[in-house]
């Protein structure tokens, strides 16, 4: 059987930084709020939406009307606003001839399939799991376990590749390999203390696993 890689989106596969932050901008001020620095909000990417905005202030019955402000600004704008990171395509199209591919995210699933579609790679993966699809994003095991049981698949040589340790927590949760790269907003020395492989990039993560699985077989 195949490998599955599972990919990770924001800061392993693209760049959507400006975007989000557009996004958060658009939503404090609709509301009247003060703005956070960039670097305030970069450093909660990765969680959800809802977590973000309570994290930089937003009081609780406030968040839902934050996340819609976001969300409405951040459709139009984020294929304009988002770029592939340097190796993807190719990491993802080395991935497609021994692997099935897989997305597991905590951005919204119909966002990100837009996204994935306009740069002409959603043709290359199998299952998208994206917030709305599960009750527990990561790091729960669900997204993970989701995507492969839509796979048909165990956990027995499934890859997570992500930039945070939230993916690779949700990875050693769901007890399936982990490789982290330190292309997005996990530096490598967070990364060191939740992953024991590390890549810079997200083409060398892939080289790594088609070492192993040849290895393997």
């Known amino acids: 059987m195949k490998p599955v890689i599972l990919f990770d989106l924001d800061g392993t596969v693209i760049d959507s930084t400006e975007a989000i932050l557009d996004g958060f901008r658009v939503a404090f001020e609709t509301f009247g709020g003060e703005v956070p620095s960039d670097e305030l909000i970069k450093n909660e990417i990765g969680h959800t939406l809802e977590d973000m905005f309570l994290t930089l202030g937003v009081e609780s019955s406030k968040v839902d009307e934050h996340v819609h402000a976001y969300k409405m600004h951040y459709r139009v704008i984020s294929c304009e606003k988002t770029i592939l990171l340097d190796g993807a395509r ?128």
């Open 90 to 217: 190719e990491a993802i199209e080395l991935a497609s001839d021994f692997a099935t591919l897989g997305v597991v995210t905590t951005k919204t699933g119909e966002y990100s399939q837009i996204l994935l579609e306009h740069m002409e790679l959603m043709k290359y993966f199998d299952v998208l799991i994206g917030r709305e699809h599960v009750t527990y994003p990561k790091p729960h095991a669900e997204p993970i376990l989701k995507a492969l049981m839509k796979l048909e698949h165990d956990r027995n040589n499934t890859w997570m590749i992500g930039d945070t340790c939230m993916d690779m927590i949700a990875a050693k949760n769901a007890e399936v390999n982990s490789i982290a790269v330190t292309s997005g907003y996990g530096t490598a020395e967070k990364l060191q203390k939740c992953s024991g492989i590390i890549y810079g990039t997200v083409l060398e993560a892939v080289d790594f696993i088609q070492k192993s699985d040849e290895n393997y077989k």
